[in-house]
């Protein structure tokens, strides 16, 4: 059984992914480094809202970020994360695959 210090921090994780556009964020982030504005317009959302979602992932050490000349650059570089993003996406997608329904956008 794991330490109950890194269930509790299992937890905090997933409850940290409990949204849709964080786990858009997280999904785009670890294909390629973006920075708001390009992740605000993907998302059609605004960039004060996508710069929040990134500071909560950042501080929760799911992304990073590197500064360009005024902009910054975000980044998911660990696997665990992408893993565990592209499984809870895949796994969604199979599921409504098998029950006849076309993914959603």
């Known amino acids: ?3 109950p ?3 509790v921090d299992a937890a905090d994780t997933f409850a940290m992914l409990a949204s849709s556009q ?3 964020l997280l999904w785009l982030l670890s294909r390629h480094e973006w920075d708001v504005s390009t992740l605000a317009q ?4 605004s960039g004060p809202l996508v ?3 990134l500071a ?3 501080l929760a050490g799911l992304v990073s970020a590197r500064r360009r000349g005024r902009r910054q ?3 998911v570089d660990d696997p665990h994360v992408i893993s565990l993003v ?4 895949d796994h969604h997608q199979d599921l409504r695959a098998r029950a006849g329904r076309r993914p959603t956008a």
Do not use: C, W
């Open 56 to 58: 909560k992932l950042r």
């Open 1 to 3: 059984m794991p330490d």
């Open 5 to 7: 210090a890194v269930l």
């Open 86 to 89: 592209d499984q809870a996406v």
């Open 42 to 45: 993907a998302l059609g959302a």
């Open 51 to 53: 710069s929040q979602h």
């Open 73 to 75: 650059f975000y980044t």
């Open 22 to 24: 964080r786990i858009a």
